[in-house]
């Protein structure tokens, strides 16, 4: 399966702090994408990595992509309460179908 | 607000109903998508509209009935459900069919089947 695996399954912070979620996949890709979704909402589009990027940044997120390891991470800096919500790593498999194949995701808790 | 309109938003019926759940986007995307979301559970997809045409069907189990009308309307007809099938169904778009396109989602539809 080509599936991603998040790491940690949850994280809970204090506001202010940084948050890192890892994600790891098996096969080789042609993009890797961030979702988040907040509890009882549908999924937003964070940001997107190809495979021949290392490092994207969009305001208070870095993402970093290593294909050699078949991982990557996003970290949010200077974490707010809002930013409460479980995060997914999306990836599609290169040589073949086009659609997004979500990893198991990570609830991050920001306590204020 | 989300782009993409998911209605109902809230869905119970009986194992013997036929419902439907419908999805709308106006952003001139040609790509639409359906997804399961199981509780804690990331999204399954389903099903692939590409310029209103069905392009990937994920062996759904065919009491699951998708129709794209046209550009901007997605519907998934409903059957004969299982109470396995209660989840959150979620509809999403993108500009095209294809790698790298980032994905808009609606909040989805929550159906629990009695």
């Known amino acids: 399966s080509q599936q991603g695996e998040e790491d940690p399954q949850a994280l809970s912070i204090q506001e202010g702090e940084n948050a890192t979620m890892n994600c790891s996949y098996k096969?080789?890709?042609?993009?890797l994408q961030w979702y988040r979704q907040n509890s009882g909402r549908g999924l937003v589009h964070l940001i997107l990595i190809r495979s021949n990027e290392r490092e994207k940044h969009s305001g208070r997120l870095r993402v970093t992509l290593d294909t050699s390891k078949k991982s990557s991470s996003l970290l949010i800096t200077a974490s707010r309460a809002a930013d409460t919500a479980s995060y997914f790593c999306?990836?599609?498999?290169?040589?073949?179908?086009?659609?997004?194949?979500f990893g198991k995701g990570t609830k991050l808790t920001v306590n204020p | 607000d989300t782009e993409v309109t998911q209605t109902p938003k809230h869905l119970v019926m009986g194992m013997t109903n036929k419902k439907s759940l419908k999805c709308e986007q106006h952003m001139g995307h040609r790509a639409m998508y359906w997804y399961k979301q199981k509780a804690k559970k990331p999204p399954e997809l389903m099903f692939v509209y590409s310029y209103e045409k069905l392009s990937i069907n994920e062996s759904v189990p065919s009491r699951f009935s998708p129709e794209c009308p046209n550009s901007s309307l997605l519907n998934l007809h409903l059957h004969a459900l299982q109470p396995e099938d209660s989840a959150l169904y979620l509809c999403?778009?993108?500009?095209?069919?294809?790698?790298?396109?980032?994905?808009?989602f609606g909040d989805g539809t929550r159906l629990s089947i009695l």
């Open positions: 999403a778009s993108s500009p095209l069919r294809g790698f790298g396109q980032p994905q808009h």
């Open positions: 096969t080789s890709i042609n993009n």
């Open positions: 999306a990836t599609d498999a290169q040589g073949g179908s086009e659609k997004l194949v």
